[in-house]
């Protein structure tokens, strides 16, 4: 009976889920840039970047996506390891085909359900909760970073009249609140598990957390680390981009704005597919404040969507068609 279930998933997810979501995703992107404002003197700026020397800007910028999931998958490898050892190559293969399920569902919730396909039976339910202290520890960098950030933009964004002095404060406590909240849950995950257990019925649900137990400190200050590194392959893309696109700015300028605009983004619930239009216009109003070139910025901030976002989402749609691989048996590494 376990074999044709089995058979069954296979199927759907080889025949129905990966094409469908595959051609789900060209059309929202087509969607998207089609109804991007003066497209063509956007494809005019390009066209002309790309002929200039600061081409390798670009093919740095790429190298830095695929070291910046590479290093996403090492977070998701020691995540997991305690409860199934992952090869890198289908750890890999796991990080991008949840990106092609994370850019359809609210602030990329998906990704978890396209990682757990490339689980053994019976580790799939428990890896949601390990995969959710790595979200947990790149949004504690966004935080942070954001809210140093918000400090040092916060005259010239009041100045600007961006947000009224209230909502300035506001947002800034509220931001530094929710990072020591997040902090202090992040350190001390034994206490879910004790409250899991307090409340669930017979236990019923305390294997799924229970392998937070496997988190030391040690780990949890690795997975930090690994994600302060993603935060700043991001900063590195935006400002090699930047000058690729003839955004005159300062590096420290262009920290500070993008950061907040990594935090604004974080907050604001949003599809990763359908942010394309919000994205450009925050990183437009931050780096703004330093720099009048607004299609070099907007253009910028479309280009980091598509590299970073669409191009690993649509590899990971059709590494989905083949996922039959997965269903061979358990012990089985890429």
């Known amino acids: 009976m376990k074999f044709y279930q089995r058979k069954n998933i296979k199927i759907f997810i080889k025949y129905f889920l990966g094409p469908i979501l595959f051609a789900g995703l060209s059309f929202s992107i087509y969607r998207q840039i089609k109804n991007q404002p003066d497209l063509p003197q956007a494809w005019t700026r390009i066209r002309q970047s790309l002929d200039s020397a600061m081409i390798w800007n670009l093919f ?35 990080v991008l085909s949840g990106v092609s399920f994370s850019v359809s569902t609210p602030n990329r919730m998906g990704e978890y359900l396209g990682r757990v396909l490339y689980m053994d039976e019976g580790n799939r339910l428990k890896s949601i909760s390990l995969t959710i202290v790595g979200s947990i520890s790149q949004l504690i960098i966004t935080l942070m970073m954001g809210c140093i950030s918000l400090i040092v933009l916060l005259p010239k964004i009041q100045t600007a009249g961006m947000l009224a002095s209230p909502w300035n404060h506001v947002l800034l406590y509220g931001v530094l609140t929710s990072l020591i909240v997040l902090t202090l849950f992040y350190f001390r995950l034994s206490w879910l598990i004790k409250w899991v257990n307090r409340f669930s019925a017979k236990n019923r649900y305390l294997y799924l957390v229970q392998s937070l137990e496997s988190f030391d400190l040690k780990l949890l200050l690795q997975l930090l680390f690994l994600s302060a590194l993603r935060f700043f392959i991001f900063i590195i893309q935006y400002y090699l981009l930047f000058r690729l696109f003839d955004v005159n700015i300062l590096w420290w300028q262009g920290f500070w704005a993008t950061s907040v605009s990594f935090l604004v983004l974080a907050i604001i619930p949003t ?47 059709l590494l989905i068609l083949g996922i039959k691989k997965i269903f061979r048996g358990k012990n089985e590494k890429a």
């Open 60 to 94: 740095a910028v790429l190298a830095l996506m695929i070291a910046n999931w590479s290093i996403e998958t090492v977070k998701w490898k020691l995540s997991v390891k305690k409860i199934q050892d992952v090869g890198f190559l289908k750890a890999f293969k796991a």
């Open 271 to 317: 599809f990763a597919i359908a942010e394309l239009g919000l994205r450009g216009q925050v990183v437009l109003s931050l780096v703004g404040l330093f720099s009048s070139n607004g299609l070099g910025i907007t253009i910028t901030a479309g280009s980091i969507w598509f590299i970073n976002l669409v191009i690993p989402a649509i590899i990971g749609s």
